[in-house]
T-cell receptor
């Protein structure tokens, strides 16, 4: 199965700055890659999905890039706010795409936005 | 409201006493999965299902069973729980094309003593 690496240490960012989180994977390139947000004790919430043939995807203050050559995805939050503080999870499908085999998750990066 | 509902939210049980954690979704999703989350290990998939009567093992299936007799329900069964199954469990569901991602339940915190 895929091995997914995310920044294991907490990431401290000053309010208003851009937060950049990294997701690296080791095996085959998945059909798509997903990003989730998780607050303590709660279920992950889907944020964005990017397909292997897409270089970049945006949603409001969020931007995701996908580089299959580097086997890496970057997740950006622009104009960060304290309410963005949470753990962010990267997830890949294990099968041929479509999520039929469920997802493999990274361990997540804990993001702290300081006022 | 579109949601995945898990019950119970919290459960303390004793070793060996069979239990079932229920999961139900109201979005007509084809795909459903169970995950456990442990400190330092992240989310790990236990079982998944592509549709009714179609289930398969994930990364950590030992000690668990599932069934998918109806599209909306995907219960997780622990036949003989052990302390190493103490964890936070999440059920999730998705459309066939997971372009909209998975929707997760609120979680079940299980303690086996």
């Amino acid at each position: 199965s895929q091995k997914i690496e995310q920044n294991s240490e907490a990431l401290n960012i000053q309010e208003g700055k851009t937060a950049t989180l990294t997701c690296n994977y080791t095996n085959y390139s998945p059909a798509y890659l997903q990003w989730y947000r998780q607050d303590p004790g709660r279920g992950p919430v889907f944020l964005l999905l990017i397909r292997e043939n897409e270089k970049e995807k945006r949603k409001e203050r969020l931007k995701v890039t996908f580089d299959t050559t580097l086997k890496q995805s970057l997740f950006h939050i622009t104009a960060s706010q304290p309410a963005d503080s949470a753990t962010y999870l990267c997830a890949l499908d294990e099968g041929t795409g479509g999520g039929a085999d469920g997802l493999t998750f990274g361990k997540g990066t804990h993001l702290i936005i300081q006022p | 409201e579109a949601q995945v509902t898990q019950n119970p939210r919290y459960l303390i049980t004793v070793t060996g006493k069979k239990l079932t954690v229920t999961c139900s979704q109201n979005m007509n999703h084809e795909y459903m999965s169970w995950y456990r989350q442990d400190p330092g290990l992240g989310l790990r998939q236990i079982y998944y299902s592509m549709n009714v009567e179609v289930t398969d093992k994930g990364d950590v299936p030992e000690g668990y069973k599932v069934s998918r007799k109806e599209k909306r329900n995907f219960p997780l069964i622990l036949e003989s729980p052990s302390p190493n199954q103490t964890s936070l469990y999440f059920c999730a569901s998705s459309y066939r094309d997971s372009y909209y991602g998975y929707t997760f339940g609120s979680g079940t915190r299980l303690t086996v003593v």
